[in-house]
């Protein structure tokens, strides 16, 4: 499941990784092994494709769950909003789970904010960025 959180998240985001060097941190070192496989099912395959671009770019760690706070994210459903659970949100508005960014280097950030500043909705991803 993780990978194909990992499949996901360069699909989707590609435009924030691209070119980026970047780590994975995963509790799960199966994950790691998935790269390597040279006779995946269909599906693995399918991911191994699909993050073939990010070779040079990505490096997978694996780290226990333990040792980092955030293990497992993507696989924790949020609660439905009932009685039990007054403060729970509807699942329409669950978009993406988690992502965890633990290093943002100023540079970066600043070059981020120029490059998407004419974007239509930019000023609402920037107040959120800004807000955390």
Known sequence: MEFLCL????EKLHYYFDG???DVI???NA?????????????MLRGQ????????????VHEPGNMHKNADGFSRWALANTSENPE???????H???ICVTDISPEFFNQFK???KMEKNFHILWQCLMND
């Not at 994950?31 to 599906?43: E, G, Q, Y």
């Open 7 to 10: 499949v996901w998240a360069l």
């Open 20 to 22: 980026t060097v970047f």
């Open 26 to 28: 995963t509790d799960t």
């Open 31 to 43: 994950v790691k092994s998935l790269f390597n496989m040279n006779t995946p099912n269909r599906h």
């Open 49 to 60: 494709i699909a993050i073939k671009e990010y070779r040079g770019n990505i490096d997978i």
């Open 88 to 94: 729970g949100v509807p699942q329409e508005e669950h």
């Open 96 to 98: 993406i789970e988690g």
């Open 114 to 116: 120029e490059i998407y």
